[in-house]
């Protein structure tokens, strides 16, 4: 049984910064991506940034040059740095794994809250 957690999150005054970090209990086979969404209240869930094994990373619009994904391949941990954080960021994170196996639906992680104040 794999069970994904993710930790880090909390709260902090715009122009602040946070760490997230996500690592998985149990194996997870053929690893092919590694990605972090979020959801606010009322809103869909959306990719923020994810990064493929190889470690090609790939970020959404709104987050290019403030936030950074990384990973270790060692321990499959996967991390997003968050700097410059603004109120619209407030939202909870996933983490999320993906394998060739299963796609990206099966592994997610319960969330952590991001809350950033203004």
């Known amino acids: 049984q794999v069970h994904v957690a993710e930790s880090g999150g909390g709260l902090v005054q715009a122009g602040g910064s946070l760490r997230l970090s996500c690592a998985a209990s149990?194996?997870?086979?053929?690893?092919?991506?590694m990605g972090w969404y979020r959801q606010a209240p009322g809103e869909q869930r959306d990719l923020v940034a994810r990064?493929?094994?190889?470690?090609?990373?790939n970020y959404a619009d709104s987050v290019k040059g403030r936030f950074t994904i990384s990973r270790d391949k060692a321990t499959n941990t996967v991390y997003l740095q968050m700097n410059s954080l603004k109120p619209e960021d407030t939202a909870v994170y996933y983490c999320?794994?993906?394998?060739?196996?299963?796609?990206?639906?099966?592994?997610w992680g319960q969330g952590t809250q991001v809350t950033v104040s203004s």
């Open positions: 990064i493929t094994y190889g470690g090609s990373p």
């Open positions: 149990g194996s997870i086979f053929g690893i092919t991506a």
């Open positions: 999320n794994y993906c394998n060739a196996l299963r796609g990206c639906n099966a592994y």
